[in-house]
């Protein structure tokens, strides 16, 4: 007999298979390259413009697509890997990430670097319904406090990193360096991920494509996306800039409706449409929201005002770093106690009091004023996302928590990356060095303040009370950690 070749002995049984490290560093190899991207682009536009003979509109619509790939990956894997072992679809994307980052790293035009960047933002959200539900799912309990400040430090603490990358880039201009090195690192991944992920069958292999689900995600994604970006060109009353907003709106509005009714939904919205998921969500995506634009603001202020390099300003805001990594450890500590909710609230205030920080912002304290403001809203992104994540996650079964990442990703991907760009331009149109920053942020404090009472109410309403999540029932793989009351139950009993 022919013996059997080296990869196919790899293949059947990888020999990191069951190691905790090989999986984190799959996941965090396969999420943090792009996400470093999203924070990073802004502080080194000048270098790419320059070298990429692009217009800021050209640049910022490759920006917003690549933030709609992203989004609609998540989406477009929840449904692939119905029929497709999740192992085929992360080497395809991992593979496909790699080949995108060397298509970008060697772009002499913007449409060679655009295509690429969307492309690296579509593998990654891809990636991340393929790569992390795995991490989080595996059967070792005494793991997931662990996991869970992993994700928190995996998904936000590469996107607090990323001023300080894009500042380095920006007062180098040596952008192509950063893509060499994104591409080594997916590399690595790749190699990761074919020493430890092992054999597993698709969930449904008898399952279709799902035309009422996909579709619309991309519409929901792109339409919008593609709207914002448009504001680089032109205004607020422009029919381009609002029709594929409000359209795209719409069609999420329906998206969501129509999942929540559908028999076998690729997203299961009814069993999230209690209180505690709602809350979570809703809280993921005021922090998400309010944490983007807060940074865009604070970069653009910066740079405009006293006029600082791109490196000093993202060096003012490195301090989200270790802010993040305070809130990741305090919820690997309360996560298996009633006090998840509690800690997400306390995200979304932290991110309150940043902006109330800035609103003291001037062009001479802003060496001060900025890191401490920053702390607060690394705080912010690290215990009010991921905890929200979780929320929704551990209140359905762990098999779905894959489709329910996808429709979280979505939904807070469309409020951070939408959000942001519209308060940004209406600083800028008002003068960003003028009244218009401080008046943005005020908004943005209003919005933040507003959410945080909603949500306080929202519990109140509910008769929600901390519980302690029945972890074990959830890692069976049948049972929800969480059962929370309906919304508004007080109401409905009388």
Not at 264 to 276: A, F, G, Q, W
Request: with cysteine; glycine share 10%.
């Amino acid at each position: 007999m022919r013996p059997i070749p080296l990869v196919s002995r790899v293949l059947a049984r990888p020999p990191l298979a069951g190691s905790y490290a090989a999986a984190v560093a799959l996941v965090l190899l396969a999420l943090c390259p792009f996400l470093v991207l999203t924070t990073a682009t802004s502080l080194m536009a000048p270098a790419l413009l320059h070298d990429l003979h692009a217009t800021p509109f050209e640049l910022q619509l490759a920006v917003g697509l690549s933030n709609a790939g992203y989004a609609f990956g998540a989406v477009a894997a929840a449904d692939l890997i119905q029929r497709v072992p999740r192992r085929h679809v992360y080497f395809v994307c991992e593979a496909g990430f790699v080949l995108a980052a060397v298509v970008a790293l060697s772009a002499q035009g913007i449409a060679q670097f655009s295509t690429a960047l969307i492309l690296l933002g579509l593998f990654t959200g891809l990636l991340l319904v393929v790569a992390l539900p795995p991490l989080i799912t595996r059967q070792n309990l005494d793991e997931l406090p662990t996991t869970a400040a992993v994700v928190s430090v995996g998904l936000f603490g590469m996107v607090t990193l990323g001023p300080l990358v894009g500042g380095l880039i920006g007062d180098t201009g040596n952008w192509r360096l950063l893509f060499t090195v994104i591409a080594l690192l997916a590399a690595a991944g790749l190699v990761i991920g074919f020493l430890s992920f092992a054999h597993n069958p698709p969930l449904s292999p008898g399952a279709g494509f799902d035309w009422l689900a996909i579709p619309p995600a991309l519409a929901v994604t792109a339409l919008p996306f593609f709207g914002v970006s448009w504001l680089t060109r032109s205004t607020f009353g422009s029919l381009v800039f609002l029709l594929p907003v409000i359209v795209g709106v719409a069609i999420g509005v329906v998206l969501v409706a129509g999942q929540y009714r559908a028999k076998n939904p690729l997203m299961p919205v009814k069993p999230i449409s209690n209180t505690l998921p709602v809350a979570g969500i809703a809280g993921a995506m005021l922090a998400g929201a309010a944490f983007t634009t807060l940074i865009e603001l604070s970069e653009s202020f910066l740079l405009e005002g006293p006029r600082y390099t791109p490196v000093k300003v993202g060096s003012l805001l490195t301090p989200q770093l270790l802010g993040v990594l305070i809130g990741a450890l305090i919820f690997r500590r309360v996560l298996f106690t009633r006090w998840t909710p509690l800690l997400a609230l306390s995200g979304l205030l932290s991110i309150g009091v940043a902006a109330l920080v800035l609103l003291t912002l001037t062009e001479s304290n802003a060496s001060v004023i900025v890191p401490v403001a920053a702390l607060f809203l690394g705080y912010g992104a690290g215990a009010g996302v991921t905890p929200g994540l979780f929320l929704a996650g551990l209140s359905v079964p762990a098999v779905a928590i894959g489709s329910i990442f996808a429709l979280v990703e979505l939904l807070r991907s469309e409020a951070a990356f939408l959000i942001g760009p519209v308060l940004l331009h209406f600083a800028e149109d008002k003068g960003i060095a003028d009244s218009g920053y401080h008046v943005t942020v005020a908004i943005v404090l209003a919005i933040t303040v507003g959410g945080a009472l909603l949500l306080v109410g929202l519990y109140a309403i509910s008769g929600a009370r901390p519980r302690r999540p029945d972890m074990r029932a959830w890692m069976g793989g049948k049972s929800a950690a969480y059962h929370s009351p309906p919304l508004a139950a007080r109401f409905r009993k009388s």
